[in-house]
């Protein structure tokens, strides 16, 4: 079964530190993409950041990064300088390929606070 | 450029009766999908439409079903309510093709069931 895990419910920072939130997955494919959604009180997932398997440079978007490791299966996302409007829930999304469609697979969130 | 719309917000319905939720794809994508997202929970997929046709199913019980119409826009529809389906429901587009593009999702509709 192919799975995506998030192990940090909750998770709290301090305005302008920085946070990391975890996420692994399972798969058997080679080459996929894997994305981290923000979701604020407001309910719209937004797109965080992107990542394809394939390459070996970890993404960035400004303040926010990840550390990709393959091997590991492991799909961490770095909050650089925190925000208030950080606060959300964030979400890890795999794109499973089945039966010729991409059907996504969402961990169950850690929920971030930012603290002023 | 308009992104993608979900009707009604909200709505509060009674068990046994029957709802039916829109969504309208952002310009330019062509893939449909509906997601279920209990309190607290993350989204759980339901269902997929490509083409006007039902591509993917999650596991949800036959009172889940839904439609595409020629204009890419799309409708969920449950039948015989139960407690249990009180959640946020959410729909998203994409592109068929492109592993990199990502779903761009709704606000959600916010379904009660009394």
């Known amino acids: 079964a192919q799975t995506v895990t998030q192990s940090q419910p909750e998770m709290s920072v301090q305005e302008a530190e920085t946070v990391t939130l975890s996420c692994t997955y399972d798969t058997s494919e080679s080459d996929y993409y894997l994305f981290w959604y923000k979701q604020p009180p407001s309910r719209q997932m937004i797109l965080v950041i992107r990542q394809e398997a394939y390459k070996q440079q970890n993404a960035t978007e400004n303040r926010f990064s990840v550390n990709f490791q393959k091997a590991a299966k492991s799909f961490s996302l770095k909050i650089s300088d925190s925000q208030l409007g950080d606060a959300a829930m964030y979400f890890c999304a795999f794109p499973r390929w089945v039966s010729g469609t991409y059907k996504y697979i969402f961990g169950t969130g850690t929920r971030l606070k930012v603290l002023a | 450029d308009a992104g993608v719309t979900q009707s009604p917000t909200h709505l509060i319905k009674t068990r046994g009766q029957q709802v039916t939720l829109r969504c309208s794809p952002k310009?330019?994508?062509?893939?449909v999908s509906w997601y279920q997202q209990a309190l607290g929970q993350g989204p759980q997929f339901i269902f997929q439409y490509y083409e006007e046709e039902e591509r993917q199913r999650g596991n949800f019980p036959d009172r889940f079903s839904g439609h595409q119409f020629p204009n890419y826009s799309s409708e969920l529809n449950v039948n015989a309510l139960l407690l249990g389906d009180s959640a946020l429901y959410l729909c998203?587009?994409?592109?068929?093709?492109?592993?990199?593009?990502?779903?761009?999702f709704g606000d959600g509709t916010r379904l009660s069931i009394l």
């Open positions: 998203a587009s994409s592109l068929r093709t492109g592993l990199n593009q990502p779903q761009h």
């Open positions: 310009s330019g994508h062509d893939t």
